[in-house]
């Protein structure tokens, strides 16, 4: 299987190459320059999520989560708890996995808030951090058990920044990372303030429209004001996606040069295994033929089944506010090296596209 899927991914490493050298001097700065390529990464995101969000943002809600869904999952699993070695951690990944089986159980995000707050005392770090990380997770839970229902759909529009917040404490920034930030909150500030019209509202797939979107994501909430949250929030789940799928991994990668397509599937396989890479391809088969027979359906379930990606962020964020990051740095060394040497990648590449 794996020669097969390089021998797929090779024409895509030729192609790859060949756009680099169309660019130039950019393209060579583009592989040098992890901070320039993520930022250019993340400008790209944020424009494709701002005009999708306003040109057919029932299309971003409806197909996003059975496209993307269960790749930023297996994305989550990797970069959070595989490459951190959180399972490793005996106590860290005990409560983990206790508080994000009974919140998957329930549903109530006041679980995953009550296991960051445990998951806080005993991270790595001094007793004043510690106690202040795990006082606010406490604090929210407290406030979230009153009324588990509101609670639970702020955490949906929210756990979208989630994502944003552990990427930018990923590394130290520099002037150009700025960039995404700005322009992603300039984006979110017009479409909250209703500053774009957008289109495609009256769209329906499947059996998915604004009026299901508005249910789920604003209930009570009036003109024009529930459609402007619904609309932000296609946005915030598009580049939530983005994030995950391309800006952590290139954050996350040891080397600063990019991996060629065939390296980064090694990469993968060596981090998670054949067995979990074959469950989480049969889940993305699984939800795809599901989307072709009831779309809603399969989006309202993979939607409830992933629910623990978002908890698990959390506990994330939590080890991130204590560890600082160090956290984001903690790397598990694999078991074997699959880190190309970039240059000869990309000369390799060129020979064979020539």
Request: net charge positive; glycine share 8%; hydrophobic share 55%.
């Amino acid at each position: 299987m794996d020669t097969a899927v390089e021998h797929a991914l090779r024409p895509l490493d030729a192609l790859r190459w060949r756009a680099l050298v169309s660019l130039g001097g950019v393209g060579r700065r583009l592989v040098r320059e992890r901070a320039l390529r993520v930022a250019a990464w993340g400008l790209l995101a944020v424009a494709l999520a701002f005009v999708g969000a306003t040109a057919f943002p029932i299309v971003l809600l409806a197909l996003g989560p059975i496209v993307w869904g269960v790749p930023h999952v297996v994305a989550d699993v990797r970069y959070l708890v595989v490459r951190r070695g959180l399972h490793r951690r005996a106590a860290v990944g005990g409560v983990t996995a206790l508080g994000l089986v009974a919140s998957a159980w329930t549903g109530h995000v006041t679980w995953a808030t009550a296991t960051a707050a445990t998951v806080a005392l005993l991270s790595r770090a001094s007793h004043p951090r510690r106690l202040v990380v795990a006082f606010v997770f406490l604090a929210l839970t407290v406030v979230g058990s009153r009324d588990r229902t509101t609670a639970s759909l702020v955490f949906a529009h929210l756990h979208n920044l989630v994502a944003l917040v552990l990427w930018w404490f990923w590394r130290p920034r520099r002037g150009v990372s700025y960039l995404v930030l700005l322009l992603y909150a300039a984006a979110a500030l017009v479409l909250a303030l209703g500053l774009v019209e957008p289109l495609g509202t009256a769209w329906r797939l499947g059996g998915f429209g604004l009026h299901e979107a508005r249910e789920s994501l604003a209930p009570g909430v009036t003109a024009p004001w529930g459609t402007r949250l619904v609309v932000l929030f296609a946005f915030a789940q598009a580049m939530h996606y983005a994030l995950w799928v391309r800006l952590v991994p290139e954050e996350d990668r040891e080397r600063p040069t990019p991996r060629t397509f065939r390296a980064s599937w090694r990469a993968l396989r060596t981090d998670l295994g054949g067995a979990l890479l074959s469950v989480a391809a049969l889940s993305a088969i699984g939800v795809a033929a599901w989307a072709l027979v009831d779309l809603a359906d399969a989006r309202e379930g993979y939607l409830r089944a992933a629910i623990f990606h978002g908890h698990l962020e959390l506990v994330a964020l939590a080890l991130l506010a204590t560890e600082g990051r160090s956290f984001a740095t903690a790397l598990v060394r694999p078991r074997r090296s699959y880190y190309d040497d970039a240059s000869a990648a990309w000369k390799r590449s060129r020979a064979r596209s020539v």
